[in-house]
């Protein structure tokens, strides 16, 4: 009885080598693979994956785009081939084309009832995904581009478990706070697979009222730029928001080449080239056949380091700012602290302390409480504050910020 167990594990062991050996051969000849990641839904991940795989194909490149979004699949009805099936082979599955130069796979290919829930668990998501991967005949591309469902769950994991040479991770976000606490799960999350984070695109990004032309800012502006300084990621540009978006992906006709002569296609355009040029050119297809060092993964990550300022009492951060003993200073670097100083301010008199913090090298504060003019001169000063932190040590608390688990309350001091 154990020898046939063990013989049945043997072989399954074989078997995923196997699945393994052929996907890698599969990906080998792919130059570029990046993920488009969001911590919520609807801040407009599959728009911005299908419209960067378009702006590619219409620069001349082989592109992919690969949908793993199970239970959501979109971008079939983004692209008007919603009613299309793919061709089956004995072992292989042909991805629908479009144009000359853009194969698409996705789940909403495969259901025949449109409306009909998925329910997978992690383990037969990720069977899934590695039949898009391994399965499917990309043939050689220049780019694939992997639409992710939002969040951090099985389907991102599963490719970045299966690919580990992927070049890295787009992550989309709106700019209002709730989406921002959440991306930053999406930023800790590449961190955790050790997948670079090729930048955050702030999208949803101001209206442009179509009466009076002035800009209207729905979700405030700014947000995904802030919080991309502060993981330290790259922040590749805004996107507005546009009704003539959703006008095109209803009528699954792609926005970019589209209304090409937009102020909103223009901005996709400016977004795109930014991370094209961060990353270069698509490499031979051979440096994709092993790992990456890790010093070229993490000079991807590098980039100016942030300083946070924290106020303190008895080594604490201090609930009311006006009451500080001195403050900490924690520079962080990659995402990690690198070092904690303790400085005395000078006395606390209107506009002196934003311009010594700013003279420390401080960009960002953590605070308890502290006045809405407080807050305005220290942005003047190119530092930004967070405020709601609860009474912790500065250590403990940047390291929860890092990791996207520092939760803030109320203002307790607005005045
Ligand atoms: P996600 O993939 O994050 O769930 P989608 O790409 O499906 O989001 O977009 C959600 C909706 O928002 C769609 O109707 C899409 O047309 C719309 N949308 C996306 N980006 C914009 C934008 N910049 N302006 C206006 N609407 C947008």
């Known amino acids: 009885m154990n020898a046939k167990v063990d013989q049945q594990t043997q072989d399954f062991k074989k078997q995923q080598e196997l699945d393994q050996e052929a996907l890698n051969q599969r990906m080998g000849k792919i130059k570029q693979k990046i993920m488009v990641l969001s911590g919520k839904g609807g801040v407009g991940k599959s728009t911005v994956a299908a419209n960067l795989a378009i702006t590619l194909a219409q620069d001349g490149h082989q592109v992919g785009l690969l949908d793993v979004d199970i239970h959501g699949p979109s971008i079939p009805k983004l692209l008007g081939i919603e009613d299309q099936v793919p061709r089956m082979g004995q072992e292989t599955i042909y991805p629908i084309e479009v144009a000359t130069n853009i194969k698409v796979m996705s789940m909403g290919f495969l259901l025949r009832d449109k409306d009909m829930a998925v329910i997978w668990r992690g383990p037969l998501k990720m069977g899934a995904i590695k039949q898009f991967l391994k399965d499917v005949e990309w043939g050689e591309l220049d780019y694939l581009i992997i639409d992710s469902p939002p969040g951090t769950g099985d389907e991102p994991l599963s490719v970045a478990q299966l690919i580990p040479n992927l070049d890295g991770a787009i992550v989309v976000t709106s700019p209002q706070d709730l989406s921002i606490?959440?991306?930053?799960?999406?930023?800790?999350?590449?961190?955790?697979?050790?997948?670079?984070?090729?930048?955050?695109?702030?999208?949803?990004?101001?209206?442009?009222?179509?009466?009076?032309?002035?800009?209207?800012?729905?979700?405030?502006?700014?947000?995904?730029?802030?919080?991309?300084?502060?993981?330290?990621?790259?922040?590749?540009?805004?996107?507005?928001?546009?009704?003539?978006?959703?006008?095109?992906?209803?009528?699954?006709?792609?926005?970019?080449?589209?209304?090409?002569?937009?102020?909103t296609a223009r901005a996709f355009e400016g977004v795109i080239r930014t991370l094209l040029a961060g990353?270069?050119?698509?490499?031979?297809?051979?440096?994709?056949?092993?790992?990456?060092?890790?010093?070229?993964?993490?000079?991807?990550?590098?980039?100016?380091?942030?300083?946070?300022?924290i106020p303190l009492a008895q080594g604490k951060l201090a609930m009311h700012f006006g009451h500080c003993e001195q403050f900490a200073l924690v520079e962080v670097a990659d995402g990690r602290i690198v070092q904690t100083t303790l400085a005395n301010p000078p006395a606390h008199e209107p506009g002196v302390l934003p311009k010594w913090l700013h003279e420390q090298g401080a960009n960002m504060i953590i605070a308890g409480g502290m006045g809405q003019r407080a807050q305005g001169h220290f942005e003047e000063h190119g530092i930004h504050v967070l405020i709601g932190a609860p009474s912790l040590t500065p250590d403990e608390l940047v390291g929860k910020y890092l990791d996207g688990t520092l939760e803030t309350g109320d203002n307790i001091c607005d005045h």
């Open 279 to 309: 990353m270069g050119e698509p490499k031979n297809k051979e440096s994709f056949s092993a790992n990456k060092p890790e010093a070229e993964v993490s000079q991807k990550r590098d980039g100016a380091t942030i300083k946070i300022a």
């Open 181 to 263: 606490i959440d991306v930053r799960k999406s930023i800790t999350f590449c961190r955790q697979v050790k997948m670079p984070v090729l930048g955050v695109i702030e999208n949803m990004s101001g209206l442009i009222c179509p009466h009076c032309g002035k800009e209207i800012e729905v979700f405030k502006k700014g947000g995904g730029q802030r919080m991309a300084m502060e993981m330290n990621v790259p922040f590749l540009g805004m996107i507005p928001m546009d009704p003539q978006v959703v006008e095109a992906s209803d009528k699954g006709v792609p926005f970019v080449s589209e209304y090409s002569e937009t102020e």
